[in-house]
């Protein structure tokens, strides 16, 4: 397949660049309105309680979870001319088709205490919006936009979840554009450096582009099958542009060695394809392996990024075995046109020399660097999973203002409303549902609850019952709450409120709900998803090794590079050290964070870990098989890959610190793991864990049981035959500066 890809572009590059340059223009076009059909939200399951009960709510009454708050601020909030302007929105929203439900203290005396500030200064008008992820929050910032600003001394500002939903998806799509603005040039200033070429810098880049062009056209169609998340536009063009430049980089680099050895433009490109193009398929299927781990965990948000995932790694792969050849042949010696620095001998590299003074003192090297990287991970234990809320978004955000205001000036919080659909049966049932509101509103933190049996506060009926909450099947009750419902006692409420004897079968719904329902789903489904990425890594490693030893090592070594970056994540973004990164600590992590990072990270990790042990066994299959040639393959083997992983590393670097730029700290909570995460691997892990472990199991690391030799031998992933180019000893041409 790899000849036939590169053959073809060798033999016709202008004809295939032609269809890249079309298809460019054309995929940009299909790609252009992808931010349109992409939703904020999708933290839930379909099948979680909370979402279950939200579609009752929308299927049987009309009625969305959503809110959308207008908070209205004055000297007085009981001044006559802000209750005039309150009313008169309070009736404007009740008169819009898009409006389920609207109340305020101006226009509803029972939630007068509820919904006015402590100091009296401001009062919420709280509006339930028709629709769901998808079209609510479109819908919420629409109607806000005619009442926000300031009129007559009274300020309005607009919150709640519809409106921090939208707000998140149009601060992701700018964010996306800045992140590429500011990647594209340092990557290529950093591959001008690597290659000492500007032309040979441009084929990444190029490459690169098309990659980003490409990702968002596949977004779109896939919106016509799934539900997509908008973040997963900003993290799949992440990793397609990463992968797409390190990907070029290694082929380029391998070329170079094709013609450093005397071969011919055409025969250079040929075997740098089957060699680098080769691993270039292994390492795809690698990160794959990692992005497909998320498809076991029941959000929609994280199954979306999956299936993108996916779709990105393949076309990455496809764009560095097609387009890349079609470039060399056509730019063929002038991406050498300057100079190229020749490489000392391997015995003089600096990783080279780094390799053995390791070795020589494997234990003394290793051995604080596990240290280490254990203490930077104690911080993880204390890991608390959440769902994100106005606080994803940048300080000056009106709905970010809105919630802090709600927490520190308000006794009642609305967005922690619980709702409860019942099922009665039975005329019967009446009596019994008045009973079940009484009990409920005796749970302590709750303000007050409302239903079809009337409305009690404090175990005291202190109005009607509201008729349109009782449908044929199903009834439900709002039960308001002192509590943030992302908060510790907002949990151990919900476990009172499920104590409470109920009269059928009940459903809870609510922001506290889905909070405990997203960390949940998170939690179960994490085990299968490491079982997955560990087994077949473990299969995968186990095929190109040949040894049962090496996978197992380089599993060890994964966990303990993402335990030290997940202590970081929690000690910055949930902790809030550092200033929390410039975001607004929650005390929690957004629970869809870890998953991510773990998934992504790992499949980047085992990218590279896929070069170095492939050259590992290359120099051990070609050795005496000895111990001392076990320590000699690794050093090579660190020598001569390590440039080009430290160059595709940085890249990588450069590419994921670019997120860190985004104003939403869930997403600069996901750059700065994967930065972290690429650093620690390229750095600590394989040059000094890797060749500390490498030199204390010696010749063990190459075992396997004799009963499997014989299967591996047949199944291996290696090259069935020697390299068939050779370097003038001294004279090996650097892969990169």
């Known amino acids: 397949m790899i000849d036939r890809l590169s053959g073809f572009a060798s033999r016709s590059p202008k004809l295939l660049l032609t269809i890249v340059a079309a298809a460019f223009v054309i995929l940009g076009a299909v790609g252009a309105p992808v931010a349109e059909r992409l939703t904020a939200g999708g933290f839930t399951s379909p099948d979680d309680e909370s979402s279950r009960a939200a579609q009752v709510l929308s299927d049987d009454f009309g009625v969305s979870g959503m809110q959308l708050i207008l908070a209205v601020e004055s000297g007085d909030a009981t001044a006559s001319a802000t209750a005039g302007r309150a009313s008169e929105i309070v009736g404007q929203l009740r008169a819009d088709p898009d409006i389920a439900a609207a109340v305020s203290p101006w226009t509803d005396p029972q939630y007068r205490a509820k919904l006015v500030s402590d100091d009296k200064t401001e009062g919420l008008i709280v509006a339930l919006v028709r629709g769901g992820d998808d079209a609510a929050p479109a819908k919420a910032s629409e109607i806000a936009s005619h009442y926000t600003g300031e009129r007559d001394g009274v300020t309005i500002r607009a919150g709640g979840q519809a409106i921090v939903f939208h707000e998140a998806n149009t601060q992701a799509a700018h964010d996306l554009m800045l992140a590429e603005a500011i990647a594209l040039p340092l990557c290529f200033l950093l591959l001008v450096w690597f290659l000492r070429s500007a032309i040979a810098a441009a084929i990444p880049i190029a490459t690169g582009m098309v990659a980003i062009v490409g990702t968002t056209a596949i977004l779109f169609l896939l919106t016509f099958v799934v539900e997509l998340s908008i973040f997963a536009m900003n993290l799949t063009a992440a990793i397609g542009l990463a992968l797409a430049i390190d990907y070029s980089l290694l082929i380029i680099s391998r070329y170079r060695e094709e013609i450093a050895a005397g071969h011919s433009n055409e025969k250079a490109i040929a075997l740098s394809m089957r060699h680098a193009g080769r691993a270039v398929c292994y390492s795809g299927v690698t990160v794959a392996i990692g992005v497909v781990g998320m498809v076991f965990f029941p959000m929609s948000f994280l199954r979306s990024i999956a299936f993108a995932g996916v779709a990105v790694v393949l076309l990455s792969i496809i764009l560095s075995l097609t387009m890349v050849p079609a470039l060399l042949t056509l730019f063929g010696d002038r991406i050498n046109r300057k100079p190229l620095r020749e490489a000392a001998p391997v015995e003089q590299s600096p990783l080279y020399r780094v390799a053995r003074r390791v070795q020589r003192n494997p234990i003394a090297f290793g051995l604080p660097v596990v240290v280490l990287l254990i203490a930077l991970g104690a911080p993880a234990l204390g890991l608390k999973l959440g769902l994100p809320d106005e606080r994803v978004l940048p300080k000056p955000s009106a709905a970010q203002q809105v919630g802090a205001d709600i927490r520190a000036k308000f006794s009642d919080n609305p967005t922690g409303v619980v709702h409860i659909v019942v099922a009665p049966r039975g005329a019967a049932d009446s009596a019994a549902l008045a009973r079940y509101t009484d009990e409920l509103s005796r749970v302590d933190g709750v303000s007050g609850v409302i239903g079809p049996a009337g409305t009690f506060v404090d175990g005291k009926q ?276």
């Open 462 to 737: 202190v109005g009607p019952g509201v008729a349109t909450m009782a449908g044929e099947n199903n009834a439900y009750l709002t039960v308001s709450t002192t509590s943030d419902p992302y908060s510790k006692r907002a949990r151990v409420q919900l476990d009172e409120i499920r104590a409470v004897d109920a009269p059928a079968p009940i459903l809870i719904g609510g922001l506290a709900q889905q909070t405990r329902d997203t960390a949940t789903g998170i939690t179960s489904a994490f085990p299968k998803a490491l079982a997955w990425i560990i087994v077949v890594t473990f299969v995968l490693l186990l095929l190109l090794t040949g040894s049962v030893v090496l996978p197992l090592k380089a599993l060890i070594l994964n966990t303990l590079s993402l335990s030290a970056t997940f202590g970081a994540l929690v000690w910055i973004f949930q902790d809030g050290n550092l200033g929390g990164f410039g975001t607004v600590p929650s005390g929690y992590i957004a629970a869809t964070v870890p998953a991510l990072v773990f998934c992504v990270a790992f499949g980047l990790s085992m990218d590279y870990e896929v070069f170095l042990l492939s050259r590992f066994r290359e120099e051990w299959d070609a050795s005496g098989k000895t111990r001392a040639d076990n320590d000699t393959a690794v050093a090579i083997g660190l020598s001569r890959s390590g440039r080009v992983i430290t160059a595709a590393a940085a890249l990588m670097v450069v590419v994921f610190a670019a997120v860190i730029t985004s104003q939403l700290s869930l997403m600069r909570a996901f750059g700065l793991g994967l930065t972290l995460a690429v650093l620690i691997d390229a750095t600590l892990v394989r040059f000094i864990l890797v060749p500390a472990f490498m030199r204390l199991f010696g010749t063990w690391n190459w075992w396997a049981p004799s009963w499997m030799r014989p299967f591996l031998a047949k199944a291996a992933l290696r090259e069935s035959a020697p390299p068939t180019t050779t370097t003038p000893p001294g004279r090996e041409m650097a892969n990169v500066h």
